[in-house]
Antibody
Framework: QVQLVQSGAEVKKPGASVKVSCRTS????????FHWVRQAPGQGPEWMGI????????LYAQNFQGRVTVTRDTSTRTVYMELSSLTSEDTAVYYCAREKPGGHFQEWGQGTLVIVSS | QTVVTQEPSLTVSPGGTVTLTCASTTGAVTSNYYPNWVQQKPGQAPRTLIYGTSNKHSWTPARFSGSLLGGKAALTLSGVQPEDEAEYYC???????????FGGGTKLTVL
């Protein structure tokens, strides 16, 4: 049973932004870290960023600094990842993942395909 | 930038044993790197099999085990089954500057 439900596929033009959501109905956001990972076609996963259990701290991979923002809404138990200034190289499947503090990756979302094309 | 390296591909016979490893250019991998092992089959989302070096999830088959071996994180499959054919990625915590990094993955073929 999928506990992390992500939003549907997106098609975006170069230069646009995309915002992907990840909702959990079972867990309290303040108990976990939430990560975002992407996987380009035929490639391995690439870690993008994280939001802390308190929600007041985020950290991003250097490759995405200035372009990615991770936020959350505790009232809807939803975590968001927004990526701006899209190029064709951002075409990928984007995953959220839930980590119990201490490096315990527990669960992954089903993935959201983002296609960037003119 | 730190690189995490894995064997690109391995082949094992059904019923056999195989060990996948995960090394970091920062030096020896220790438990402080909180090694996770993630399995991914074609068209599917990743699934974590091992966390914190050697801990298993409830869904992790008993034939999978994690350890530290010669300065690397290791994933050993004992009694390999055809359904274990997949891509396996390690995931390491490298500290505040570059928190989490995936290895390049090992494509495991069961033949």
């Amino acid at each position: 049973q999928v506990q992390l439900v992500q939003s549907g596929a997106e098609v975006k033009k170069p230069g646009a932004s995309v915002k992907v959501s990840c909702r959990t109905s079972e867990y309290t956001l303040s108990d976990y870290y939430f990560h975002w990972v992407r996987q380009a076609p035929g490639q391995g996963p690439e870690w993008m960023g994280i939001i802390s259990p308190s929600g007041d701290s985020t950290l991003y991979a250097q490759n995405f600094q200035g372009r990615v923002t991770v936020t959350r809404d505790t009232s809807t138990r939803t975590v968001y990842m927004e990526l701006s200034s899209l190029t064709s190289e951002d075409t990928a499947v984007y995953y959220c993942a839930r980590e119990k503090p201490g490096g315990h990756f527990q669960e992954w979302g089903q993935g959201t395909l983002v296609i960037v094309s003119s | 930038q730190t690189v995490v390296t894995q064997e690109p591909s391995l082949t094992v016979s059904p019923g056999g044993t195989v060990t996948l490893t995960c090394a970091s250019t920062t030096g020896a991998v220790t438990s402080n790197y909180y090694p996770n092992w993630v399995q991914q089959k074609p068209g599917q989302a990743p699934r974590t099999l091992i966390y914190g070096t050697s801990n298993k999830h409830s869904w992790t088959p008993a034939r999978f085990s994690g350890s530290l071996l010669g300065g690397k994180a290791a994933l050993t499959l004992s009694g390999v089954q055809p359904e274990d054919e997949a891509e396996y990625y390690c995931l390491l915590y490298l500290g505040a500057g570059q928190p989490w990094v995936f290895g390049g993955g090992t494509k495991l073929t069961v033949l």
